[in-house]
């Protein structure tokens, strides 16, 4: 494992990478919402939304790997969550199938359930993840303090994703540091170590965060993260890339009416 | 100070230290009391504009202690500090602040902004500085540290080196009288040394460096400051220091 972690920001120069983060955060929460009005019924509203989705994640020029890299991690429990609804599901007037014809009957509203959560994970994910790939972590926090997140809160975000990778690394050094000491996990009682692991980096964060607050303080700083966030106005661009994603959503939505 | 002084007169100090006491508390058990420990006991010294002094000692001397008193980022601290002639009080710490720039040891505890710049436009933001000075200010802290080209880059993605030059640049952005860098060159390969050395000997600020490296001290300071166990054993030439191996064995300094 690398003690080099990653963002999920990909650099590159596509229109998607240009365009201000408030525009994309916009466009990638609507997605989910209009989604949410759509009935299964209306599959082709479905197969559009996936479209739209798919026309933005080739805009981005970023490559599959890239995505399917972090993608697969909300993904996977929510897919074998989505398997697991059939057989929970109870049956009503909309009957039941016979499952690929084994006599094992399931429910039609389980497996209705199933699409629909499968297709609505999945196309959250592709524009979120869109998003992420295309925009950096600081823009994401700044485009919310924009939009109107209380700035206290928008730095708080800011400031806990930046320490999110210091501690991810001090808790990797720490493992490799137990490992090289011949620690292997192999009995129960052996998890009592990552307990002792928590505990210490409990205590290091305490310490590194009085230390932080030392360096803002030592910088003519309130103690506070009080970090900046520029203001600046959308381009006719970004106004226009995000009345075309609108109304096309709300147009979809309402025709799957 | 217990040992022979060959400090010379100090014109115009920028900084001061007088008489400083500070006492840390340890409970080593439940109801086995408290166990003192003087981190500081009766530091004084006085720095010199453009004077550039090492700050020596073993581990536990009290070096970084003193450099956290010395801004008031300390409660409970005894004696007086004064930074350019002027008493540093806690309804004065925030200006006082920008006049001592303070490097920690490790650049993580100072770099948490989403960029180079921002970050090290941090302290001049806090003084008020915006616009094209706030710009200019930035520029030439980043240049001064030889970091220009890491302006729109994330700390996060940065070498332990490379944070170290962005968190000085950090520093030099204020326009201190005086740097307080603590352990500037642990964690550099010799290369950064030099390079560190490079750029710190071109700096005007007067330096107060903490260091265990007798080579790098010798290389940037002329004066030097021994603490041992709290106390300020030795103040004067870095040189006549770097000959008395005696003193040297004596303080855990070789």
């Not at chain 1, 999920?8 to 240009?18: A, F, K, N, T």
């Not at chain 1, 994703?161 to 090289?180: K, P, Y």
């Not at chain 2, 004077?51 to 409660?75: D, P, Q």
Request: proline share 4%; glycine share 8%.
């Amino acid at each position: 494992m690398s003690l080099h972690l990653r963002e999920i920001y990909v650099e590159g120069e596509s229109v998607l990478h240009r365009m201000d983060a408030r525009t994309k955060l916009i466009c990638a929460l609507a997605l989910p919402f209009a989604v949410l009005a759509m009935p299964l019924d209306a599959s082709w509203s479905y197969a559009a939304c996936f479209a739209l989705a798919l026309v933005a994640f080739t805009l981005s020029r970023c490559h599959w790997r890239e995505l399917l890299r972090f993608a697969w991690i909300p993904l996977v429990p929510l897919f074998i969550a989505a398997l697991f609804l059939p057989f929970f599901a109870q049956n009503d007037a909309s009957g039941s199938v016979n499952l690929f014809g084994s006599g094992v009957r399931v429910a039609r509203q389980g497996i209705d359930a199933t699409l629909l959560l499968l297709a609505r994970s999945t196309l959250t994910v592709l524009v979120l993840g869109t998003l992420a790939l295309t925009t950096k972590a600081h823009e994401i926090f700044a485009g919310l303090a924009r939009l109107g997140l209380p700035k206290r809160a928008a730095q708080s975000l800011a400031l806990s994703f930046r320490l999110t990778f210091v501690f991810a690394e001090e808790t990797l050094r720490m493992v490799r540091a137990r490992d090289a000491r011949g620690y292997r996990p192999r009995f129960v009682w052996s998890v009592s170590a990552i307990g002792r692991v928590a505990g210490a980096l409990f205590l290091r964060a305490y310490a590194r965060g009085e230390r932080l607050q030392r360096a803002m303080l030592a910088r003519s700083g309130s103690g506070h993260a009080d970090m900046h966030f520029e203001t600046r106005s959308l381009s006719r661009r970004d106004w226009l890339a995000m009345a075309v994603w609108l109304g096309a959503l709300v147009a979809l939505a309402w025709s799957a009416q | 100070m217990s040992d022979e002084s060959v400090a010379a007169p100090v014109p115009v100090p920028v900084l001061e230290a007088r008489n400083l006491h500070y006492v840390y508390q340890h409970e080593h058990a439940p109801g086995a009391g408290k166990h003192l420990h003087a981190a500081m006991d009766g530091v004084s010294f006085a720095l010199a504009a453009g004077e550039r002094v090492a700050l020596l000692g073993a581990n536990g001397a009290g070096k970084s202690t003193l450099l956290l008193s010395l801004l008031g980022l300390l409660k409970r601290v005894d004696g007086e500090v004064l930074i350019a002639g002027e008493l540093l009080r806690r309804k004065n710490a925030r200006r006082l602040r920008a006049k001592l720039g303070l490097l920690f040891q490790d650049p993580d505890d100072q770099l948490f902004n989403p960029t180079v710049f921002d970050d090290v436009a941090f302290g001049p933001r806090n003084l008020g500085v915006d616009g094209d000075e706030l710009q200019s200010r930035v520029r030439r802290a980043l240049a001064d540290a030889g970091v220009s080209e890491l302006a729109e880059r994330s700390p996060m993605r940065l070498s332990v080196g490379q944070k170290k030059r962005v968190a000085l640049a950090g520093v030099l952005a204020m326009q201190p009288d005086v740097l307080a860098l603590d352990e500037p060159d642990a964690a550099l390969d010799p290369r950064g040394r030099r390079e560190l050395i490079a750029t710190l000997g071109a700096l005007s600020p007067a330096m107060l460096v903490v260091t265990h490296d007798l080579a790098f001290a010798s290389a940037l300071c002329e004066r030097a400051l021994v603490m041992d166990q709290g106390k300020l054993v030795f103040d004067g030439e870095m040189r006549a220091l770097m000959s008395d191996e005696a003193k040297l064995l004596q303080h855990g300094l070789a």
